[in-house]
């Protein structure tokens, strides 16, 4: 009885979102407006039993752990987000924050720049990785903008873009795959579990 | 050119978008309530996933962590993935551990969970293990602390018992153990599992992420830094189909399973149509019919638009 009426609940919202294709209404608006709603009512409570409760309340009340009353303190702070006074004092939590992402700089080097030059520098043995080289250097010359792009060099920077429409293109294809994926979920969920003419 | 044909291409131009949205919706629609037996060919970087996940069949030292970094709204792509490979682990005993970073998520693994095991008998705690919702914050925390020890970097799983205390850690202690992580995302999150627990401790990162995000994490499967991929709902129908044809295959000679073979898997086409295998467990093949009849109608309306537009502008 219970999957029954939320499915028809979960049925009634999926078809008001997709109203607003017809046009703007106010079906579309309210599912729009419980949907910011619910994610915040179910988020709040459950942030504060598994974030307050183990992180803030235990240690300090239970374990007595005296120490953590500094950082909830530090954190605390961001609240003042919400004065024009004392706003400047929800920075120092910032700052904090910030500081932790400097301990991360020397494995993001490796991972975003050094892994990714070694491998763009290995022998060139196949179409594919003939490919990435010619890709990789005609678009790092594309954006090389102290000289123009003329002559031979434009040619060549041609190609650049050449490499880059076609991801793109890529990259537009997966996008629209993406879209449609998330329609035919909706789909299977109308004719599947509400209506049950898929199974 | 015929007036006729130059009227029918200004008429097309002009056409009221909603009737190109009934046209896909019914491109969706019908294959889905009249599914068939299209050819799912598996790719690579789902392939290695597979392989790498099934080394661990029937090995108490080993686990796989599933990462939830997602919220409902990209549940069409990702949950067939990871129903895939928590089933993929019931059939073949691997001890498997969720956790999720988001709100949103907690209830979406419960979910995963809950589905896969219907059909199964597996214990919590034993066979598998939900951490439960850890917040961002202290995510970066709980990767480097799990290269060390993961009981002590979790502390408590879903249910609040203490994951030291729990079975299913018997024999696993850190990423040496648990050596495979897929994160499954709508974003580039696995950038966090590779710059943290892979650069540091040498864990094996996977990615499932929807098809939107492919494009932004191939320089990283390329470099190897990656060592597979699930791309979109396309993935998700791949691995089913590797679960179907291996892990869930039962013979004489193969009582729980059967191992990959790439001869076995390009000469093999599982039915889709019937009542042999459950809907969850090819929800994402048949959504994947949809897709390609999606595709079709997109590539044609794509082609008639750009003649109708050269053929009107030349006139024009």
Redesign the interface.
């Known amino acids: 009885m219970f999957e029954t009426i939320s499915n028809f609940i979960a049925a009634f919202l999926t078809l008001s979102i997709f109203s607003f294709?017809?046009k703007d209404n106010p079906f579309y608006k309210f599912a729009e407006a419980l949907l910011v709603g619910v994610?915040m009512g179910?988020?709040i409570p459950?942030?504060y039993e598994?974030?307050f409760i183990?992180?803030v309340y235990t240690p300090i009340f239970l374990s007595h752990k005296f120490i953590i009353i500094i950082p909830a303190l530090l954190g605390s702070l961001y609240i003042f987000r919400f004065s024009k006074n004392l706003g400047w004092l929800s920075r120092y939590p910032i700052v904090f924050g910030m500081s932790?992402i400097g301990m991360?700089i020397p494995?993001?080097i490796?991972?975003?720049v050094l892994?990714?030059m070694?491998?763009a520098m290995l022998p060139i043995d196949g179409i594919n990785s003939a490919l990435?080289f010619i890709g990789t250097v005609t678009i790092l010359l594309y954006f090389f903008f102290s000289k123009a792009h003329k002559g031979i060099y434009g040619k060549v920077t041609n190609v650049g873009i050449w490499f880059m429409m076609i991801?793109f293109g890529?990259?537009f294809g997966?996008?629209?795959?993406?879209r449609?994926?998330?329609?035919?979920?909706?789909?299977?969920f109308l004719?599947?579990d509400w209506l049950g003419?898929?199974? | 050119m015929n007036q006729n044909v130059i009227n029918f291409f200004n008429k097309i131009q002009n056409i009221d978008r909603?009737y190109i949205?009934i046209v896909?919706?019914l491109s969706?629609?019908i294959p889905?309530?009249i599914?068939f037996n299209s050819p799912t060919y598996v790719t690579k970087p789902t392939a290695d996933i597979y392989k790498k996940v099934d080394s661990f069949a029937f090995d108490e030292n080993k686990a796989v962590l599933l990462s939830f970094t997602h919220d409902a709204?990209?549940?069409?792509?990702l949950?067939p993935m990871e129903v895939a490979v928590l089933r993929h682990c019931f059939e073949r005993n691997i001890k498997v551990f969720t956790i999720c970073w988001l709100?949103?998520a907690?209830p979406l693994v419960d979910y995963a969970l809950n589905t896969a095991k219907e059909d199964y008998d597996v214990q919590s705690g034993v066979d598998y293990c939900n951490f439960?919702?850890?917040?961002w914050?202290?995510q970066?925390p709980i990767m480097l602390g799990m290269g060390d020890d993961i009981a002590k970097a979790v502390?408590?799983d879903s249910q609040g018992r203490k994951v030291e205390n729990l079975e299913i850690m018997k024999n696993i202690k850190n990423y040496d153990d648990m050596n495979l992580v897929i994160d499954f995302a709508g974003s580039s999150s696995a950038?966090s599992w590779?710059?943290?627990a892979?650069?540091?401790f040498g864990a094996n990162i996977a990615a499932g992420v929807?098809?939107?995000m492919?494009?932004d994490n191939y320089?990283?499967l390329?470099?190897?830094?990656l060592m597979g991929m699930f791309?979109?709902?396309?993935g998700a129908a791949e691995y089913e189909k590797l679960v179907d044809v291996f892990a869930a295959y039962e013979s004489e000679d193969y009582p729980n399973g059967r191992p990959y073979s790439n001869e076995i898997i390009k000469e093999t086409n599982v039915p889709i149509t019937g009542d042999t295998i459950p809907?969850k467990y090819k929800?994402a093949r048949?959504?994947m019919n949809?897709?390609s009849v999606?595709?079709i109608m997109?590539i044609f309306f794509i082609l008639l638009g750009n003649i109708g537009y050269f053929i009107t502008r030349n006139k024009g």
């Open positions: 294709l017809y994610s179910y988020a459950l942030v598994s974030v183990p992180y932790i991360s494995m993001s490796n991972s975003y892994v990714q070694r491998s990435i991801g890529a990259s997966y996008t629209v795959m993406a449609v994926s998330l329609l035919i979920g909706r789909i299977q004719l599947g003419l898929v199974k | 909603r949205y896909v919706a969706i629609i889905l309530l599914p709204s990209t549940m069409p792509e949950f709100p949103a907690a439960g919702f850890k917040p914050a202290i970066l502390e408590t950038i590779i710059t943290y892979r650069a540091r929807t098809a939107v492919v494009a320089p990283y390329q470099t190897g830094q791309r979109g709902l396309k809907y929800k048949i959504g949809a897709q999606a595709h997109m």
